[in-house]
């Protein structure tokens, strides 16, 4: 079993909000007056003619407490700066782990529990797992696709019924119409030159044919001109001109898709237009790079934001700024790509306050440094030992107010 840690118990706090830096820009902030002695709001604001808000803000105090799904763990760096409702290394208390992938399942903490978020394939990415028994301990137990499990858990197929394939990681009991279950295979016996119109029925495809074609079954009949089975990602032979069945002289199969035709982009007569042209996407030929899009490394890449590509391809980031690929910008900043041009943006969360991106990048947490809550030199009460959580400076309820009136 999965262990679980509970939380001690955390007393409930109001948060105040202070302004959150949301660009991804470096921001410049002023820094908030210094609080009170007493830690109490004793401003105009709670006036009594001030607004709702303001009156429940004049009766918090600073708090030294972290509000209920945070907590101070050994690896923290400021105080209730760790989120045990999602940290998958303390969820739901310190030092709960939750397996990263484990027995093809990949996990998460939602509310402070380790849960299964996704299930995984076999080797080869055929087959996919589930978990039945919905059960975390086992991770993805079953592998679906068999006859036992074909389309889900539980899905059961009748004796002598295949579970097949119809679409990637899809399958379902029993051939699809149009098809026949030949030793539990499903076949269409209009074409198929093992099982022409009968299972079993094979062609003979030894007789002289055109080019890329040979005799084997089409309607249900032996000896019929059919173009060579597709060797993918090698040949695929296509009658794209229509003169198979014109007799002696025919080109046969003439079009090889497989070859980037533009005429025929991995079809006959499918033409790529509007400065597209035809590539391979994932093996499979497709017209590609639509206007606005450049083809580079093997992909149609829009090079006006792409910090590998920034304004051409292979032009990275990293080296338009004059940082050596064996090094890498400050932490928690990362090379960026607009309208072509390179730059240097914060993680979210981060601030470059010493405005020194280049030496230590994005240096402060602004969700939970004290010194610098919400914004550069936003400080928390430091006497009260008021933690930063979210961006904010942690509150409660005063003491000899009564509580929030």
């Given at each position: 079993?999965?262990d679980?840690r509970s939380?001690?118990?955390?007393?409930?706090?109001?948060?105040?909000?202070?302004?959150?830096?949301?660009?991804?820009?470096?921001?410049?902030?002023?820094?908030?007056?210094?609080?009170?002695p007493?830690?109490?709001?004793?401003?105009?604001?709670?006036?009594?003619?001030?607004?709702?808000?303001?009156?429940?803000?004049?009766?918090?105090?600073?708090?030294?407490q972290?509000?209920?799904?945070?907590?101070?763990?050994?690896?923290?760096?400021?105080?209730?700066?760790?989120?045990?409702?999602?940290d998958?290394?303390?969820?739901?208390?310190?030092?709960?782990?939750?397996?990263?992938?484990?027995?093809?399942?990949?996990?998460a903490c939602?509310e402070s529990?380790?849960?299964?978020?996704?299930?995984?394939?076999?080797?080869?990415?055929v087959?996919?797992?589930?978990?039945?028994?919905?059960?975390?301990?086992?991770?993805?137990?079953?592998?679906?696709?068999?006859?036992?499990?074909?389309?889900?858990?539980?899905?059961?197929?009748?004796?002598?019924?295949?579970?097949?394939?119809?679409?990637?990681?899809?399958?379902?009991?029993g051939?699809?119409?149009?098809?026949?279950?030949?030793?539990?295979?499903?076949?269409?016996t209009?074409k198929?030159?093992?099982n022409?119109?009968?299972c079993?029925n094979?062609?003979?495809?030894?007789a002289p044919?055109?080019?890329n074609?040979?005799?084997?079954?089409?309607?249900?009949?032996?000896?019929?001109?059919?173009?060579?089975?597709?060797?993918?990602?090698?040949?695929?032979?296509e009658?794209?001109?229509g003169?198979?069945?014109?007799?002696?002289?025919?080109?046969?199969c003439?079009?090889?898709?497989?070859?980037?035709?533009?005429?025929?982009?991995?079809?006959?007569?499918?033409?790529c237009?509007?400065?597209?042209?035809?590539f391979?996407?994932?093996?499979i030929p497709?017209?590609?790079?639509?206007?606005g899009?450049?083809y580079?490394?093997?992909?149609?890449?829009?090079?006006?934001?792409?910090?590998?590509?920034?304004?051409?391809c292979?032009?990275?980031?990293?080296?338009?700024?004059?940082?050596?690929?064996s090094?890498?910008?400050?932490?928690?900043?990362?090379?960026?790509?607009?309208n072509g041009?390179?730059?240097?943006?914060?993680?979210?969360?981060?601030?470059?306050?010493?405005?020194?991106?280049?030496?230590?990048?994005?240096?402060?947490?602004?969700?939970?440094?004290?010194?610098?809550?919400?914004g550069?030199?936003?400080?928390c009460?430091?006497?009260?030992?008021?933690?930063?959580?979210?961006?904010?400076?942690?509150?409660?309820?005063?003491p000899?107010?009564?509580?929030?009136?």
């Amino acid at each position: 079993m999965i262990d679980r840690r509970s939380i001690g118990a955390v007393v409930a706090t109001t948060l105040v909000t202070l302004a959150v830096a949301c660009s991804s820009e470096t921001i410049a902030f002023t820094p908030a007056e210094p609080p009170p002695p007493s830690g109490q709001f004793t401003q105009p604001d709670a006036s009594s003619e001030a607004g709702p808000d303001a009156q429940v803000m004049a009766h918090l105090c600073a708090s030294n407490q972290c509000p209920a799904g945070r907590a101070t763990c050994p690896s923290s760096v400021y105080p209730c700066d760790i989120d045990t409702a999602n940290d998958i290394q303390n969820c739901g208390g310190c030092g709960v782990v939750c397996p990263g992938e484990y027995r093809a399942a990949r996990f998460a903490c939602k509310e402070s529990k380790c849960e299964i978020t996704a299930c995984g394939t076999d080797f080869f990415g055929v087959y996919p797992y589930a978990n039945c028994n919905r059960l975390p301990d086992d991770g993805c137990e079953v592998l679906l696709g068999n006859a036992d499990n074909c389309s889900k858990c539980g899905d059961k197929c009748a004796d002598g019924e295949p579970c097949v394939r119809t679409a990637p990681f899809t399958f379902q009991c029993g051939c699809p119409a149009g098809t026949t279950n030949c030793n539990g295979k499903c076949v269409d016996t209009k074409k198929d030159d093992l099982n022409c119109a009968t299972c079993g029925n094979a062609c003979d495809d030894t007789a002289p044919a055109p080019p890329n074609s040979y005799e084997g079954c089409g309607k249900s009949k032996c000896g019929q001109l059919k173009c060579l089975p597709p060797q993918p990602p090698v040949e695929q032979w296509e009658d794209c001109d229509g003169d198979l069945f014109s007799g002696p002289g025919s080109n046969g199969c003439e079009i090889n898709l497989y070859a980037l035709n533009d005429d025929h982009c991995g079809g006959c007569d499918i033409k790529c237009t509007n400065g597209q042209h035809c590539f391979y996407d994932m093996s499979i030929p497709r017209c590609m790079c639509p206007q606005g899009t450049m083809y580079c490394e093997g992909a149609c890449i829009d090079i006006m934001d792409d910090p590998n590509n920034c304004g051409g391809c292979q032009r990275t980031c990293l080296a338009a700024l004059g940082v050596d690929h064996s090094q890498s910008v400050g932490v928690h900043s990362t090379p960026a790509c607009n309208n072509g041009a390179c730059s240097i943006i914060c993680e979210p969360g981060f601030v470059d306050c010493n405005n020194d991106m280049f030496t230590d990048g994005c240096e402060v947490d602004i969700r939970s440094d004290p010194k610098n809550c919400g914004g550069c030199g936003n400080l928390c009460n430091g006497i009260a030992g008021q933690p930063c959580v979210g961006g904010n400076c942690a509150t409660e309820p005063c003491p000899e107010q009564g509580g929030v009136q």
